[in-house]
């Protein structure tokens, strides 16, 4: 087929995250027959899959609607179905590039296909930033105490009143110091320098936490336990020192980077660190008329699934009326 005959979707959604299939379900019920684009399976499991950063993830605790807790696989799949149920059709496909300096919109697909659309949704996530150790990624996995996000997972029966280590030294890592200090019996904050780069406030707040222990000029070097945390391998970063830290749960806090790549700056508005921006208050709407964002590609701020998934709620009612005052219904 070539490019003039390609049909023209109404409403195409990027990413299959809380954020992308809550934006389906809304779509598919406004009989805009979405099609999702929900990324190919990788085989690093630190960068985003079909699901999204969910699927890394063992208890949600804190999602409404689960009482007991679900597991986060488990949890993704189930909103997928009920976004199958209205009838959303899935590519397990990435989206590579986006053309929105013409109406309709062009994306280009990685299996090469080409895809119009007259409005799109864009929920690509933002991955959490790990160390990068083979049983980091493995304890973090298979539930074994090892987490980026402190308010997703601090509050787990696990964790309380044991030692626990938090790595980075910015405002996320501080503000999730303080937050594991409510369960933990210590709070370990390793960092690499001899000083933490978060605001002076923030840094304050942490040190004068008697719960707090600052571990200065120190890098992790490996995750201890088979199925569980035991303790960290710690090497100073000033004499080459290694040293064991026996802690019960590990939490990186040391950035995240939004999916936004596939997208050019010269044509959507981001910010510094690459979060798509939205520029009316309160609307889902980017900097192009027509092109909707919803979740953690746009939030570095909450970082939550339901926050996400309101999100995508919101983006996929913002779609529906903007295409009913195109005449596209
Ligand atoms: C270890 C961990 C534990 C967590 N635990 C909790 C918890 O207990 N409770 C809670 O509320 N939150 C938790 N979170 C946070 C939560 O996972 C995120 O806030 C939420 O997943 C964000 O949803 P999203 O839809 O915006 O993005 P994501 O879930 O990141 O999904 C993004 C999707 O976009 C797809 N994608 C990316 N780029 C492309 C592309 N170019 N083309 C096609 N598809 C693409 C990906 O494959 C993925 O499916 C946790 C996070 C982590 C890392």
């Given at each position: 087929?070539?490019e003039q005959n390609t ?10 995250g809380p954020?992308?299939?809550?934006a389906a379900?809304?779509?598919?019920r406004a009989n805009?027959s979405?099609?999702?684009?929900e990324?190919?399976p ?5 960068l ?7 699927m ?5 605790d ?8 679900v597991e ?12 199958l ?9 990435d989206?590579?590039t986006c053309?929105f ?7 280009n697909v990685s ?17 959490a930033?790990?160390i990068g150790?083979d049983?980091?990624?493995?304890l ?9 996000c402190?308010v997703?997972d ?5 964790f309380?009143d044991?030692?626990l280590a ?6 996320s ?8 200090t409510?369960f ?5 904050v ?5 000083e933490?780069r978060?605001?002076?406030i ?17 890098v992790?070097t490996?995750?201890?336990?088979e199925d569980k945390i035991?303790g960290l391998?710690?090497k100073?970063?000033k004499t080459g020192?290694?040293?064991t ?17 596939f ?8 910010d510094d660190?690459?979060?798509i921006q939205?520029?009316?208050?309160h609307?889902?709407?980017t ?5 909707f964002v919803?979740g953690?590609c746009?939030?570095?701020?909450y970082?939550?699934?339901?926050t996400?998934?309101?999100m ?11 295409l009913?005052?195109q005449?596209?219904?």
């Open positions: 087929m070539n049909p023209i979707e109404k409403i195409v959604i990027i990413g299959s954020a992308g299939w809550t379900i809304y779509a598919a805009l979405p099609v999702v684009y990324g190919i990788k085989q690093n499991p630190s985003v899959l079909p699901g999204g950063q969910l890394l993830t063992t208890e949600v804190n999602f409404p609607g689960y009482p007991e807790g986060g696989p488990q949890l993704m799949n189930d909103i997928k179905k009920q976004a149920r209205f009838e959303t059709r899935i590519k397990s496909l989206v590579d053309d300096t013409q109406r309709p919109f062009t994306l299996d090469g296909s080409v895809v119009k659309a007259h409005c799109v949704i864009i929920a690509t996530g933002a991955t930033n790990w150790l049983n980091e990624m493995r973090a996995r298979s539930g074994g105490g090892v987490s980026a402190a997703c601090g509050a787990l029966p696990v309380r044991q030692p938090i790595v980075g030294g910015g405002d890592a501080m503000e999730e110091a303080s937050y594991l409510k933990a019996s210590k709070v370990y390793i960092h690499r320098r001899d933490f978060a605001s002076k923030m840094a304050q707040r942490v040190l004068d936490n008697p719960k707090c222990v600052p571990v200065w000029n120190s992790v490996d995750v201890l336990g035991s391998q710690l100073d970063t020192e290694e040293s830290l026996d802690v019960k749960g590990l939490f990186v806090a040391i950035g995240h980077t939004p999916a936004t790549k997208l050019d700056p010269e044509q959507i508005l981001l660190k690459g979060y939205m520029p009316v208050p609307q889902s709407m900097s192009i008329e027509g092109v919803a953690d746009a939030d570095s701020l970082r939550q699934a339901i996400a998934a309101g995508g709620c919101k983006s996929a009612i913002d779609a529906e009326r903007w009913a005052d005449g596209i219904h």
